[in-house]
């Protein structure tokens, strides 16, 4: 297998990983996903567990996405919803290094994008 592939691969299967990962605790309706949903939102209890149970279909299926068919535009759709994860922690009080731990989250997806966008930048020229 080229270099490429494998890269393509490891980028594929790291970003399904975190994104099955997320979606399987959003639909068991992981607790303090559902409070930090209630305190930025301002949402009842059974609201913001509906919109976190939807929340976990969508990861679910982006998860599958990435290993059937990955599509650039939910590549960047990815790269915000990890990023935006990720600066929740602090934003509810938690230490900003839950923030900086989680930076894979986004950068895996971003860097699957740009990994495809040099593809296709190479095959226009």
Do not use: C
Request: proline share 4%; net charge positive.
């Amino acid at each position: 297998m080229k270099t490429d592939k494998k890269i393509e691969w490891i980028l594929r299967i790291g970003v399904a990983g975190e994104f099955l990962g997320h979606g399987v605790f959003a639909l068991q309706g992981k607790a303090d996903w559902v409070q930090w949903t209630q305190q930025l939102s301002g949402m009842d209890a059974s609201s913001a567990t509906t919109f976190i149970f939807i929340v976990g279909l969508v990861d679910i299926l982006l998860a599958l996405l990435v290993l059937v068919k990955p599509i650039r535009p939910v590549l960047l759709w990815m790269t915000f919803w990890g990023f935006w994860t990720a600066l929740v922690r602090p934003l509810v009080g938690l230490p900003i290094w839950d923030f900086i731990e989680r930076w894979a989250n986004w950068a895996a997806p971003l860097a699957l994008f740009y990994f495809y966008q040099s593809k296709k930048d190479r095959s226009d020229q």
